[in-house]
């Protein structure tokens, strides 16, 4: 008996292996010897048909029931094509590697019974148009604290009561983890989570449990999109603006369209919700492509909070905090009530430079700043690690200043100020120690946290209902970019962030510090008005033809040595334009050195393609892929790219 297997590798096609063992069936996974290593292999077909060459043995079998089926593999190729990836790199990111069933879990349990959801009439209003229109693909646009949850969990119990399975996805499960409680208390048992966090065995256990139908809903990451259910039912994808459904490596897929393509292609009823839809998603309920449902009032007897938009001179030690950012802070800590600040900058300062000749320190190997975090530099690119120097690399000069603020510094500056306050810091820093992001939402919702400071992690997912003040210490910081999603990816954090505040029965109030209160998104941001500066931002990507009036790719080249990378990239270039005559309406530009030219040793070429054809853009790629003489560099290829940096 012979088997055809994929493998997990940057290689297209099959390969064929011999067995005894007539327990293995298609959708299994086995252990073969592939390029004299033991690798786990998929398997996508069995048979008696013996080839006219040598073939070696399976190794062993790792499954006794298959875990994939026809509808993995189509998915898989989908990635594939689409994405412009190998195979082998499709099957093997969809699958998880865990090779042990093993795994010790704790049951789910419903305390004394599953908890109940009542929805208010807005809701209700919208779960029946939802599960009426089950072929149509749909968006909840819901302001800040409006109960989309609410919304999801009912349709998920639905689903679940008519057999069909549920697949919810979050966009960083270390932020969602108030969910988690939430779902476990309404779905116990039936629930399965599946994320990074999780080792490689219990994403394995969870994967079969969801397969086999004995889980019915999995809450997950970007990750769990390719999870396969008996007979799926529903994808939720809560807060389906956020850029980590979008991945950053091969294959860079977007759990979006992949969900999209599942809907299609599965059955599967499709719901996407945000406070801040993105504009690719506005653009396609225009064009009647989904279906939009609106929220207007906030849950419960919330109000939206007050917001004041302050002027600010500069971001350092001294100016830190507007009076009335700290009056406010004053006055809520006095009243017993929490406060958030954001500052979506990690470290001390973001730039040490001379004040003599001007020349900042920057990471030895990319083309950023080293950012300066108390006893230490840091490139936040490639982690290189520095001692502070005495001395200016250029000149020699002594004269060397931190410029700017990071979250460790306004740190720093709070205990100064509100000596005896309980304040903890929130961003990538602080998060790696174990079971730190868990605790602090604890502490949040016992209210033993007073002042929560923090990156962009703050502005997602979390509900504290004592939350009176939120305060954002510099709102321009992202503004400027050089991407054209720079604004847009600014104005839903402070949105989001701005959310937080008031979600209780206390009266929220948002302060917005910037050195440009001109600027038209904070007139946009102070009505609550995120509709109007969507149309304003769709006017311009529509005059500038940039998406989601036309669909973008980037390739990037890089390499150790920068005159191979510009060599292949113009080589890339030349390829392309080659074959554009047959693909039309393609607009190709550059090469040119990418804004973020080099990191960790690599420099960085990219050429940007347009069209309003995506499969044009994946053909004409995937035929350059094949020509192009890397000469050692690396091509990395992006569909529909979040950002050109």
């Not at 399975?165 to 270390?174: A, N, Q, R």
């Not at 998603?281 to 938009?309: C, D, M, S, W």
């Not at 700043?369 to 490639?382: G, P, V």
């Amino acid at each position: 008996m012979f088997v055809d297997v994929a493998v997990g590798f940057p290689i297209d096609g099959f390969f064929t292996y011999s067995t005894d063992d007539h327990t293995i069936r298609k959708g299994m996974r086995v252990v073969v010897d592939f390029n004299n290593r033991n690798t786990t292999a998929y398997v996508v077909r069995v048979h008696d048909n013996a080839p006219d060459f040598d073939v070696k043995p399976v190794i062993k079998v790792l499954d006794t029931q298959p875990i994939f089926d026809d509808r993995l593999l189509s998915l898989a190729q989908f990635v594939s094509n689409h994405y412009v990836c190998y195979f082998g790199e499709a099957i093997g990111t969809a699958l998880p590697s865990g090779k042990s069933y093993n795994v010790r879990t704790k049951p789910f349990t419903f305390g004394d019974s599953p908890k109940e959801v009542t929805l208010t009439a807005e809701q209700e209003h919208i779960y029946t148009a939802i599960l009426n229109q089950p072929e149509r693909a749909h968006c909840i646009y819901g302001i800040t604290g409006s109960g989309k949850t609410e919304v999801y969990i009912a349709l998920a119990r639905t689903m679940i009561q008519e057999g069909k399975s549920v697949l919810y996805l979050v966009p960083e499960i270390s932020l969602s983890s108030q969910m988690f409680e939430r779902l476990k208390a309404v779905f116990g048992h039936t629930l399965v989570m599946y994320h990074s966090g999780m080792n490689p065995n219990e994403r394995l256990v969870s994967w079969k449990r969801f397969y086999t139908g004995e889980a019915l809903i999995a809450v997950g990451t970007r990750s769990a999109i390719f999870m396969q259910a008996p007979n799926p039912g529903l994808i939720i994808i809560d807060e389906e603006h956020d850029s980590s459904y979008k991945e950053n490596s091969t294959p860079r897929y977007h759990a979006r369209t992949v969900a999209w393509y599942r809907h299609r292609q599965e059955g599967a009823l499709l719901v996407l919700g945000s406070a801040t839809p993105s504009l690719e998603t506005l653009y396609a309920i225009q064009r009647n492509r989904i279906v939009q449902h609106q929220l207007h009032k906030r849950f419960g007897n919330a109000l939206l909070p007050q917001l004041e938009i302050v002027p600010v001179k500069a971001s350092n030690a001294r100016t830190i905090f507007s009076n009335s950012l700290l009056f406010s802070i004053k006055k809520a800590i006095e009243a017993k009530q929490q406060v958030i600040l954001l500052l979506n900058r990690r470290g001390f300062a973001p730039v040490m430079l001379c004040q003599d000749c001007g020349t900042p320190v920057q990471c030895p190997h990319c083309s950023i700043s080293l950012t300066h975090h108390k006893q230490k530099l840091l490139c936040h690119y490639c982690h290189y690690e520095a001692v502070v120097p005495e001395r200016c690399s250029n000149c020699g000069s002594k004269n060397l200043v931190m410029v700017g603020s990071g979250t460790q510094r306004v740190e720093e500056v709070l205990q100064k100020m509100f000596p005896g306050v309980r304040l903890i810091r929130l961003d990538q820093d602080s998060a790696r120690r174990k079971n730190f992001l868990p605790n602090v939402v604890n502490d949040m919702i016992e209210g033993n946290i007073d002042i929560l400071l923090g990156t962009q992690m703050v502005a997602k997912g979390f509900d504290f209902p004592n939350v009176s003040l939120v305060g954002v210490i510099l709102a321009d910081i992202g503004l400027m970019l050089p991407d054209f999603r720079a604004v847009e990816r600014t104005f839903a954090l402070l949105v989001q962030v701005a959310g937080r505040s008031g979600r209780g029965d206390v009266a929220g109030k948002v302060i917005v510090q910037t050195i440009n209160p001109d600027n038209p998104i904070f007139k946009y941001l102070k009505n609550h008005d995120y509709m109007g500066f969507c149309s304003k931002e769709l006017s311009i990507r529509k005059a500038l033809q940039y998406p989601p009036y036309i669909r973008l790719a980037r390739c990037v080249v890089r390499g150790a040595k920068e005159d191979i990378v510009a060599s292949v990239a113009k080589q890339c270039r030349d390829i392309l334009q080659e074959l554009s005559p047959q693909f039309p309406d393609i607009t190709i530009l550059g090469p040119s050195q990418a804004p973020l030219y080099k990191i960790a040793s690599q420099y960085r070429y990219h050429i940007v393609l347009k069209s309003n054809n995506v499969e044009a853009l994946s053909g004409i790629l995937a035929q350059c892929k094949k020509r192009v003489n890397l000469q050692g560099t690396y091509l990395e290829i992006d569909i529909d790219p979040l950002d050109l940096l």
